[in-house]
């Protein structure tokens, strides 16, 4: 598919941000939890539409709370009498619900957006052509990094290597760390001839030109307009139930 004929995602990321920056300023358990329910329930609308989705964003929210563990194992204990902190643990509540409702709400709304789909929503967003281009190119690293750490993975399988405590393993390991970064840069070299070639540049990225707003898609409007929606009314229900 062109370019050309790609959605339009400025709602999309627009939502997103919305979603992130809300997120960032509520204190409220009772918000959070309520928007960790929309999300979950936006999350899960997709998921019955699409049969990948869960899987990967599964496997999202696994690493995302990978990190969340370090969270709890530092904020809410003082290791130097061992003692039970509840302002820490109050804060890693919050830090736990806004990172998985950032998670849940970035993943489902950016779902199927590749890294110059992100670049050009947030060009149309206002961001400068050159950062947008930057964008593009550091989403497509990630990416080529994880390619090339996968092949690397599935050569060391099919030679029956099996990773142990002992010397021998941190020695592949450190070759295979070097492999990647070869094999990686190799690559990113080639991709960058490509583009060179058909006169890609940091300064001159091909775009279309954006519709204007009132032009797009009803369902991009009634998705951001849902997600503010939500994010309103998860700031309000707390309020009204205090005062019943």
Same mark, same amino acid.
């Given at each position: 598919?062109?370019?050309?004929? /790609?959605?339009?995602?400025?709602?999309?990321?627009?939502?997103?941000?919305?979603?992130?920056?809300?997120?960032? =300023?509520?204190?409220?358990?009772?918000?959070?939890? $309520?928007?960790?329910?929309?999300?979950?329930?936006?999350?899960?609308?997709?998921?019955?539409?699409?049969?990948?989705?869960?899987? %990967?964003?599964? %496997?999202?929210?696994?690493?995302? !709370?990978?990190?969340?563990?370090?969270?709890?194992?530092?904020?809410?204990?003082?290791?130097?009498?061992?003692? &039970?902190?509840?302002?820490?643990?109050?804060?890693?509540?919050?830090?736990?619900?806004?990172? !998985?409702?950032?998670?849940? @709400?970035?993943? @489902?709304?950016?779902?199927?957006?590749?890294? $110059?789909?992100?670049?050009?929503?947030?060009?149309?967003?206002?961001?400068?052509?050159?950062?947008? @281009?930057?964008?593009?190119?550091?989403? /497509?690293?990630?990416?080529?990094?994880?390619? +090339?750490?996968?092949?690397?993975?599935?050569? @060391?399988?099919?030679?029956?290597?099996?990773?142990?405590?002992?010397?021998? +393993?941190?020695?592949?390991?450190?070759?295979?760390?070097?492999? =990647?970064?070869?094999?990686?840069?190799?690559?990113?070299? /080639?991709?960058?001839?490509? =583009?060179?070639?058909?006169?890609?540049? +940091?300064?001159?990225?091909? +775009?279309?030109?954006?519709?204007?707003?009132?032009?797009?898609?009803?369902?991009? &409007?009634?998705?951001?307009?849902?997600?503010?929606?939500? $994010?309103?009314?998860?700031?309000? =229900?707390?309020?009204? &139930?205090?005062? %019943?």
């Amino acid at each position: 598919m062109s370019h050309e004929h /790609r959605p339009d995602g400025r709602l999309r990321l627009a939502a997103a941000l919305l979603t992130g920056f809300s997120v960032s =300023l509520i204190q409220s358990i009772d918000t959070l939890l $309520i928007l960790l329910l929309f999300s979950v329930a936006a999350a899960i609308a997709v998921a019955i539409c699409n049969e990948r989705f869960p899987r %990967k964003v599964l %496997k999202r929210l696994v690493i995302v !709370n990978f990190f969340v563990i370090w969270i709890w194992v530092t904020l809410p204990i003082d290791w130097l009498t061992l003692s &039970w902190r509840a302002s820490g643990a109050q804060l890693a509540l919050q830090l736990t619900l806004r990172i !998985n409702v950032i998670a849940l @709400t970035v993943s @489902t709304l950016l779902y199927r957006m590749s890294g $110059i789909d992100l670049a050009r929503s947030a060009v149309g967003l206002g961001v400068p052509q050159s950062l947008g @281009t930057l964008l593009a190119l550091a989403v /497509r690293s990630i990416a080529l990094l994880e390619s +090339t750490r996968s092949r690397l993975e599935q050569a @060391t399988r099919a030679r029956a290597y099996r990773a142990t405590v002992s010397l021998r +393993t941190i020695r592949v390991s450190a070759q295979l760390v070097s492999w =990647l970064v070869v094999h990686a840069l190799v690559r990113s070299e /080639r991709i960058r001839i490509g =583009l060179t070639a058909r006169g890609y540049t +940091t300064m001159r990225w091909p +775009t279309r030109q954006h519709s204007h707003w009132h032009s797009l898609p009803i369902s991009e &409007w009634l998705l951001f307009l849902g997600v503010l929606a939500a $994010i309103v009314s998860a700031w309000l =229900l707390p309020i009204v &139930w205090n005062v %019943k």
